[in-house]
């Protein structure tokens, strides 16, 4: 079920339903998030505040314990090319436009979306269609807009926020309708399921949470599809650019193995 308003949270950043999907899980037990993340962040954050020097100090901490860090490298250009003049955007030190770098550029506009909108936020404030949490310990929230996932516990009956994660959907966008329109659901759905990353593709990285799309609303509004899944990167990428899926939501394989430690299918 999709209710039809949100808390000031999404207000900002989602003004109809076509940016918010739902995903109810059970979790069990607390994890450590990975470090990735964080330093984009911390770095995007330093550049914001005009720190230079110190955004140039943590991206250089950060390609050293991720030299393959595509969006890490693209940072540093921009930093370096700030401290000679003022950027007129995100990602301007690349001037190719390769499909490559437009999802880099992708990427970044998004984290930098989410530090400005991170910065007028508190951990109260939530999804309104998430007032109600019946019995569900948890539920990811997944805002395509922003390209985040939110992972919520329920709180005496109140949501409470967690933590927060890159993510990439479909490559044409969200508001799935038929089988190979390359968009990610909107709805509510639930995970039922886990797969090894050993019984998969390397394509889905370290596993995969399928998820109950097409649901009973689905159906009868004669959505189409199937193999809707929560799921890793393959092994050569980090993060994939935030529309580059066939539909699925994606995390990078860090993040996977982060919010893995907190489902639990068998507690449906």
């Given at each position: 079920?999709?209710?039809?308003?949100?808390?000031?949270?999404f207000l900002v950043?989602?003004?109809?339903l076509s940016g918010?999907?739902?995903?109810?899980?059970?979790?069990?037990?607390?994890?450590?998030?990975?470090?990735?993340?964080?330093?984009?962040?911390?770095?995007?954050?330093?550049?914001?505040?005009?720190?230079?020097?110190?955004?140039?100090?943590?991206?250089?901490?950060?390609?050293?314990?991720?030299?393959?860090?595509?969006?890490?490298?693209?940072?540093?250009?921009?930093?370096?090319?700030?401290?000679?003049?003022?950027?007129?955007?995100?990602?301007?030190?690349?001037?190719?436009?390769?499909?490559?770098?437009?999802?880099?550029?992708?990427?970044?506009?998004?984290?930098?979306?989410?530090?400005?909108?991170?910065?007028?936020?508190?951990?109260?404030?939530?999804?309104?269609?998430?007032?109600?949490?019946?019995?569900?310990?948890?539920?990811?929230?997944?805002?395509?807009?922003?390209?985040?996932?939110?992972?919520?516990?329920?709180?005496?009956?109140?949501?409470?926020?967690?933590?927060?994660?890159?993510?990439?959907?479909?490559?044409?966008?969200?508001?799935?309708?038929?089988?190979?329109?390359?968009?990610?659901?909107?709805?509510?759905?639930?995970?039922?399921?886990?797969?090894?990353?050993?019984?998969?593709?390397?394509?889905?990285?370290?596993?995969?949470?399928?998820?109950?799309?097409?649901?009973?609303?689905?159906?009868?509004?004669?959505?189409?599809?199937?193999?809707?899944?929560?799921?890793?990167?393959?092994?050569?990428?980090?993060?994939?650019?935030?529309?580059?899926?066939?539909?699925?939501?994606?995390?990078?394989?860090?993040?996977f193995l982060d919010?893995?430690?907190?489902?639990?299918?068998?507690?449906?």
């Amino acid at each position: 079920m999709l209710l039809n308003r949100f808390s000031w949270l999404f207000l900002v950043l989602v003004l109809s339903l076509s940016g918010i999907g739902v995903i109810r899980a059970e979790v069990h037990s607390p994890g450590s998030a990975a470090s990735y993340e964080p330093a984009v962040l911390e770095v995007v954050k330093a550049i914001k505040g005009g720190d230079l020097q110190a955004a140039l100090a943590i991206v250089d901490r950060h390609l050293q314990r991720f030299p393959k860090s595509r969006i890490g490298h693209l940072l540093k250009a921009d930093i370096l090319l700030a401290m000679a003049r003022p950027l007129s955007g995100v990602g301007e030190s690349i001037a190719t436009q390769s499909e490559v770098v437009r999802g880099l550029k992708h990427q970044l506009q998004n984290r930098w979306l989410h530090a400005t909108v991170s910065a007028d936020r508190t951990h109260k404030g939530f999804p309104a269609s998430l007032i109600d949490m019946g019995r569900h310990k948890h539920v990811v929230v997944a805002d395509m807009l922003e390209g985040r996932l939110y992972l919520y516990k329920n709180n005496k009956g109140m949501p409470e926020l967690v933590r927060d994660y890159y993510m990439s959907v479909g490559s044409a966008g969200y508001g799935k309708q038929v089988e190979g329109d390359l968009k990610t659901p909107i709805g509510v759905y639930s995970i039922y399921q886990y797969i090894d990353d050993k019984e998969l593709p390397d394509l889905y990285g370290a596993g995969a949470f399928p998820v109950n799309y097409p649901n009973r609303m689905d159906r009868f509004r004669k959505r189409t599809g199937s193999g809707i899944w929560l799921h890793g990167t393959p092994s050569n990428t980090y993060a994939r650019s935030p529309w580059a899926s066939e539909g699925c939501f994606v995390l990078s394989n860090d993040d996977f193995l982060d919010i893995e430690k907190y489902i639990d299918v068998k507690q449906r």
